[in-house]
């Protein structure tokens, strides 16, 4: 069973920057998408980012495009996002996933079976 925990959320101001991580627990393998979702109240969870397992390969959304970067640390077992040029709009609940296999779009909810916990990012103007 694997487990995700998320930390590093806060409030920051437009234009600022935060890094989320997450811990994993658990054996993921080389053919696993970790993504970063996030769900603003009253909105539908929309995925942000996702990383391939077993090349590093990358995807974003086009909103975040440019300013979030997601990274991998396989020696400690730890899956990043870093947060640039903050905008409130970007104010959310942020989850890490974790799913297995490559089939289909990595940003699509339903595909991910193991979520973390959730880490707020508040965005003032």
């Known amino acids: 069973q694997v487990r995700l925990v998320e930390s590093g959320g806060g409030s920051v101001q437009a234009g600022g920057s935060l890094r989320l991580s997450c811990v994993v627990s658990?054996?993921?393998?080389?053919?696993?998408?970790m993504a970063w979702f996030r769900q603003a109240p009253g909105k539908e969870r929309e995925g942000v980012s996702a990383?391939?397992?077993?090349?590093?390969?990358?995807t974003y959304a086009a909103s975040v495009k440019g300013r979030f970067t997601i990274a991998r640390d396989n020696d400690k077992n730890t899956l990043y996002l870093q947060l640039n040029s903050l905008k409130p709009e970007d104010t959310a609940m942020y989850y890490c996933?974790?799913?297995?296999?490559?089939?289909?779009?990595?940003?699509?909810?339903?595909?991910?079976?193991?979520w973390g916990q959730g880490t707020q990012v508040t965005v003032s103007s």
């Open positions: 990383i391939w397992t077993g090349d590093s390969t990358t």
């Open positions: 996933a974790a799913r297995y296999g490559a089939t289909g779009y990595p940003l699509e909810v339903r595909k991910y079976n193991n």
């Open positions: 658990g054996y993921i393998d080389s053919r696993n998408w």
